[in-house]
């Protein structure tokens, strides 16, 4: 079942979701050719920290970092290291925080440095335009699956793929809650939305074919073509007048 929130409760996603959006904004500042991406875990642990929230995947199913960093290939779940980011990388950085009980969930994408290929800002610019033509789909009476095929149709008729693993979901006093929302399906099927269901939605885009692997630290995705892959993610709260960001 979809739990279907009060504005107090939407108020506290929101809080969540506008503590997210600045420690997001600090992490852009910091992607820089040189840096490491356990070196932007740190930065986020500390932000987390001076903030007084609670990283949402830290420990989650045993996951061991505060934030996922997957760089080029990696498509979700990539587990900071000392890996030195390039100049011409992709980035993906997915952050979710607890406060008051209530979680907030967002990712973003970014390529580092000066040198980025046309066809890596194509893939970025596609995907984050899912993203709003999947956000612009969640009003009252609309299906579920209406987000997921906006999502698709966009995605698919500019050239790329979307990932069928890993879905974007309910969020609120859990991390994942109902309903699953796929990047993929047929219009108008589904469960119906209504008034006060919040959703991350979360569209992962691949430059290539949309097959992806499992690395053997049983977390990190990556494309089986090695392409690039892209991710965006905002928490989104379905108001009478429309839908509203939570997390920006
Ligand atoms: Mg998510």
Redesign the pocket.
């Known amino acids: 079942m979809i739990k279907i929130k009060t504005k107090e409760e939407i108020d506290k996603i929101a809080q969540a979701g506008k503590i997210l959006a600045k420690i997001s904004n600090t992490l852009k500042k910091s992607i820089k050719p040189g840096i490491t991406t356990g070196e932007l875990d740190q930065l986020a642990q500390n932000e987390f920290q001076r903030f007084d929230v609670v990283s949402a995947f830290k420990g989650y199913r045993g996951f061991p970092a505060h934030i996922c960093c997957s760089v080029n290939e990696e498509v979700v779940h990539g587990i900071p290291n000392g890996r030195k980011l390039q100049d011409g990388d992709l980035l993906s950085i ?1 952050l ?1 925080i607890k406060l008051d009980g209530y979680y907030a ?1 967002a ?1 973003f994408t970014q390529a580092v440095g000066n040198k980025i290929k046309p066809n890596i800002k194509k893939l970025i610019n596609v995907t984050r335009q899912a993203l709003s033509k999947g956000i612009n789909q969640a009003r009252i009476n609309k299906r579920i699956s209406d987000i997921s095929s906006a999502i698709q149709g966009y995605v698919e008729s500019s050239g790329f793929s979307v990932v069928r693993e890993f879905v ?2 309910g969020i609120g006093r859990e991390l994942h809650e109902e309903p699953q929302i796929p990047n993929f399906g047929k219009p108008n099927t589904g469960e119906l939305i209504t008034e006060g269901m919040v959703f ?1 939605i ?1 569209p992962m885009v691949n430059m290539g074919s949309w097959q992806v692997d499992i690395l053997e630290n049983g977390w990190t995705a990556v494309t089986k073509d090695k392409m690039p892959s892209c991710h965006f ?1 905002h928490t989104v709260a379905v108001l009478k007048d429309g839908p509203v960001i939570l997390t920006q």
Do not use: K, T
């Open positions: 997915d979710g969930d990712a974007g979901h991350a979360e993610e």
